[in-house]
């Protein structure tokens, strides 16, 4: 079942989170070191601010009571001085700013090039059971989420506790009884923090699992416009889709209301304990324990000091959906890799082609084989057909054949060589495959072209072009070879696609070949351009070929007859006939007024 469809009513551990944060972040601890120690200087310096307020409103209090007059040079002193302090804050505070972004943009940099690494390492099960739109979330709206609040969340955490520290000691110079009162709000306005913001991250973690819902919604509704019209289907997607938006705007705006609660709370908290120290303050004042400019100092120091305490209430929300965004990235790049391999790995220094199966078992879970004791020889250059109903096995030979798996027994083997013993890449590249469902990216032709083979000249492209009759309609077209074709390639029919992925792989020019299902899609004129071409690819090489139509396959070498897993017949195709099996029920059974139908 893919993960964003799994209900997550608890958030993971929040310590392994953190723990995968610090490790990671030990890159940048240089930048990140630089940017606290920064924000501690700025902090302070601002904090003698309200200190040396108060000593200006003390001295024009009494210089106006001794002389009836304001000592303004005593009094301009502190003002430079404060004037000082406060620019040198705020250019301090701007650096580390700078300084921290660029730590955090360039981890932000970092965990994508960790997600794409990780997509190669990944095995095709894996994409197999999973949505692209909830890969594509993690890769981009998990990591924005992380990077654009990483940055806040370490300058202001920091500043904010070195304020309240620096603050307390301020206050406790200038009175401990009011200090006291000061500090009762602490533990409560904590305790409310600490409730809040536990119930509040495994909504924010919900709402993270419902946006990668919503993305692999908004992605197969975009690409399958075409089949959702053809089938009338828009009402039914557009439920579907407003479903999954309804519990995004559910768990968004329950986790948003939660968070906004610890506010309020701790906003009344410290206004009642601001106005006991008003009262308090103005008595001391009034009987001489403390100067007016002591209590202006100590006022604005509480005031300071539940600015901070706030602050943490409001990022508490962002650091719960900022782990919870992190989670769904850890988790992605925690994924089971494919299987490492073989060390030392063998190697074929020149293929031949010839392939063969060992009794081969295998299945995609283990309560259901696909293939069961599939053995067959298969000589350099045959061309070999793969046939049989739905299900039967047939894609999941070749998805064998390039070790996109591995058989749960038995084993395939290259020219004697063991495929399991070889890399996958090298196994890879032994193969060229022209598929059912083409794909090209965006681009020009010829760099969809060059594909398979980066160093192929402009010549060797218009020769394999020609091989595969798509070189006149690429010159027909505005540009040529530098004509772009679109991200999904719709300014081009499905017939000139797979000539175009036909001539790719000429271009790549790969021992052996697999033709997946390649004539399915088009006209019989397009058809028998597919086949003119492929017979030239295949020419000399051991191919594969995936019969969707079986009078297309009539001259191969071997047919493989497959049902449930299992070769039931094999021969070439006059022999298969003349057995008048289960091919030749497949093969009469496609003629209808001698048309070949599916």
Same mark, same amino acid.
């Given at each position: 079942?893919?993960?964003?469809?799994?209900?997550?009513?608890?958030?993971?551990?929040?310590?392994?989170?953190?723990?995968?944060?610090?490790?990671d972040?030990?890159?940048?601890?240089?930048?990140?070191?630089?940017s606290?120690?920064l924000?501690?200087?700025?902090?302070?310096?601002?904090?003698?601010?309200?200190?040396?307020?108060?000593?200006?409103?003390?001295?024009?209090?009494?210089?106006?009571?001794?002389?009836?007059?304001?000592?303004?040079?005593?009094?301009?002193?502190?003002?430079?001085?404060?004037?000082?302090?406060?620019?040198?804050?705020?250019?301090?505070?701007?650096?580390?700013?700078?300084?921290?972004? *660029?730590a955090?943009?360039?981890?932000?940099?970092?965990?994508?090039?960790?997600?794409?690494?990780?997509?190669?390492?990944?095995?095709?099960?894996?994409?197999?059971?999973?949505?692209?739109?909830?890969?594509?979330?993690?890769?981009?709206?998990?990591?924005? +989420?992380?990077?654009?609040?990483?940055?806040?969340?370490?300058?202001?955490?920091?500043?904010?506790?070195v304020?309240?520290?620096?603050?307390?000691?301020?206050?406790?110079?200038?009175?401990?009884?009011?200090?006291?009162?000061?500090?009762?709000?602490?533990?409560?306005? !904590?305790?409310?923090?600490?409730?809040?913001?536990?119930?509040?991250?495994? !909504?924010?973690?919900?709402?993270?699992?419902?946006?990668?819902?919503?993305n692999?919604s908004?992605?197969?509704?975009?690409?399958?416009?075409?089949?959702?019209?053809?089938?009338?289907?828009?009402?039914?997607?557009?439920?579907?889709?407003?479903? +999954?938006?309804?519990?995004?705007?559910?768990?968004?705006?329950?986790?948003?209301a939660?968070?906004? !609660?610890? =506010?309020?709370?701790?906003?009344?908290?410290?206004?009642?304990?601001?106005? *006991?120290?008003?009262v308090?303050?103005?008595?001391?004042v009034?009987?001489?324990?403390?100067?007016?400019?002591?209590?202006?100092?100590?006022?604005?120091?509480?005031?300071?000091?539940?600015?901070?305490?706030?602050?943490?209430?409001?990022?508490?929300?962002?650091?719960?959906?900022?782990?919870?965004?992190?989670?769904?990235?850890?988790?992605?790049?925690?994924?089971?890799?494919?299987?490492?391999?073989?060390?030392?790995?063998?190697?074929?220094?020149?293929?031949?082609?010839?392939?063969?199966?060992?009794?081969?078992?295998?299945?995609?879970?283990?309560?259901?084989?696909?293939?069961?004791?599939?053995?067959?020889?298969?000589?350099?250059?045959?061309?070999?057909? *793969?046939?049989?109903?739905?299900?039967?096995?047939?894609?999941?030979?070749?998805?064998?054949?390039?070790?996109f798996?591995?058989?749960?027994?038995?084993?395939?083997?290259?020219?004697?060589?063991?495929t399991?013993?070889?890399?996958?890449?090298?196994?890879?590249?032994?193969?060229?495959?022209?598929?059912?469902?083409?794909?090209?990216?965006?681009?020009?032709?010829?760099?969809?072209?060059?594909?398979?083979?980066?160093?192929?000249?402009?010549?060797?492209?218009?020769?394999?072009?020609?091989?595969?009759?798509?070189?006149?309609?690429?010159?027909?077209?505005?540009?040529?070879y530098?004509?772009e074709?679109?991200?999904?390639?719709?300014?081009?029919s499905?017939?000139?696609?797979?000539?175009?992925?036909?001539?790719?792989?000429?271009?790549?020019?790969?021992?052996?070949?697999?033709?997946?299902?390649?004539?399915?899609?088009?006209?019989?004129?397009t058809?028998?351009?597919?086949?003119?071409?492929?017979?030239?690819?295949?020419?000399?090489?051991?191919?594969?070929?995936?019969?969707?139509?079986?009078?297309?396959?009539?001259?191969?070498?071997?047919?493989?007859?497959?049902?449930?897993?299992?070769?039931?017949?094999?021969?070439?195709?006059?022999?298969?006939?003349?057995?008048?099996?289960?091919? +030749?029920?497949? =093969?009469?059974?496609?003629?209808?007024?001698g048309?070949?139908?599916?």
């Amino acid at each position: 079942m893919p993960r964003m469809m799994q209900e997550t009513a608890k958030p993971k551990n929040f310590g392994k989170v953190l723990k995968t944060f610090l490790r990671d972040l030990k890159a940048w601890r240089v930048l990140i070191i630089v940017s606290m120690v920064l924000t501690v200087i700025s902090v302070i310096l601002s904090l003698f601010g309200p200190m040396i307020l108060g000593q200006i409103t003390t001295e024009a209090v009494a210089s106006v009571s001794a002389t009836g007059a304001i000592d303004w040079g005593v009094i301009s002193a502190l003002l430079i001085e404060l004037v000082i302090l406060y620019v040198a804050s705020a250019i301090l505070n701007y650096i580390q700013g700078v300084t921290l972004s *660029i730590a955090t943009e360039r981890y932000g940099q970092y965990l994508r090039d960790q997600i794409i690494e990780k997509i190669a390492r990944l095995p095709i099960s894996y994409f197999d059971k999973n949505q692209f739109g909830d890969t594509l979330s993690r890769m981009s709206n998990d990591i924005d +989420a992380v990077t654009g609040s990483l940055s806040r969340i370490l300058s202001e955490v920091l500043s904010d506790v070195v304020t309240i520290i620096g603050i307390l000691v301020m206050m406790m110079t200038i009175s401990v009884p009011l200090s006291l009162v000061a500090l009762v709000i602490v533990p409560l306005s !904590l305790l409310a923090i600490s409730r809040i913001a536990k119930k509040a991250q495994g !909504l924010y973690r919900t709402n993270r699992v419902v946006l990668g819902e919503l993305n692999s919604s908004i992605e197969e509704d975009y690409a399958g416009q075409s089949v959702i019209k053809a089938n009338s289907h828009e009402v039914i997607s557009i439920e579907k889709f407003e479903r +999954a938006n309804q519990r995004f705007y559910e768990t968004g705006w329950k986790a948003q209301a939660l968070s906004s !609660l610890a =506010y309020p709370i701790i906003h009344v908290l410290t206004n009642l304990g601001y106005a *006991i120290i008003c009262v308090l303050g103005g008595d001391m004042v009034i009987k001489g324990k403390l100067a007016i400019g002591q209590i202006q100092a100590f006022i604005q120091y509480v005031s300071q000091f539940n600015q901070p305490i706030q602050g943490v209430s409001q990022i508490a929300s962002n650091i719960q959906s900022t782990m919870a965004a992190a989670e769904r990235v850890f988790d992605f790049l925690d994924e089971p890799e494919e299987a490492p391999d073989a060390e030392p790995a063998q190697e074929i220094a020149k293929v031949q082609g010839k392939v063969e199966f060992h009794h081969v078992d295998f299945s995609y879970n283990p309560e259901k084989e696909i293939i069961r004791n599939f053995s067959v020889k298969i000589e350099p250059g045959m061309q070999v057909a *793969i046939v049989g109903p739905t299900g039967a096995g047939k894609t999941t030979i070749t998805n064998l054949l390039m070790r996109f798996y591995d058989p749960t027994n038995g084993y395939i083997s290259i020219d004697g060589v063991p495929t399991r013993e070889m890399k996958r890449a090298d196994v890879r590249k032994l193969f060229g495959m022209v598929l059912q469902d083409t794909w090209l990216f965006s681009g020009t032709i010829e760099e969809n072209l060059r594909y398979g083979n980066l160093q192929a000249t402009h010549e060797d492209i218009v020769r394999a072009t020609k091989m595969s009759s798509i070189h006149h309609f690429i010159e027909s077209l505005p540009k040529g070879y530098k004509t772009e074709i679109s991200e999904d390639s719709d300014n081009i029919s499905a017939g000139e696609k797979q000539l175009l992925t036909i001539a790719r792989a000429m271009v790549a020019n790969p021992p052996m070949m697999i033709l997946d299902e390649a004539t399915s899609n088009v006209d019989t004129r397009t058809e028998q351009l597919i086949q003119d071409a492929f017979a030239k690819l295949t020419h000399g090489r051991t191919s594969f070929v995936i019969a969707h139509r079986l009078s297309t396959i009539r001259n191969s070498d071997l047919i493989l007859v497959m049902k449930e897993g299992k070769i039931v017949e094999q021969g070439n195709h006059e022999q298969l006939l003349a057995q008048d099996g289960f091919y +030749a029920e497949l =093969y009469n059974s496609q003629f209808a007024e001698g048309e070949v139908a599916e």
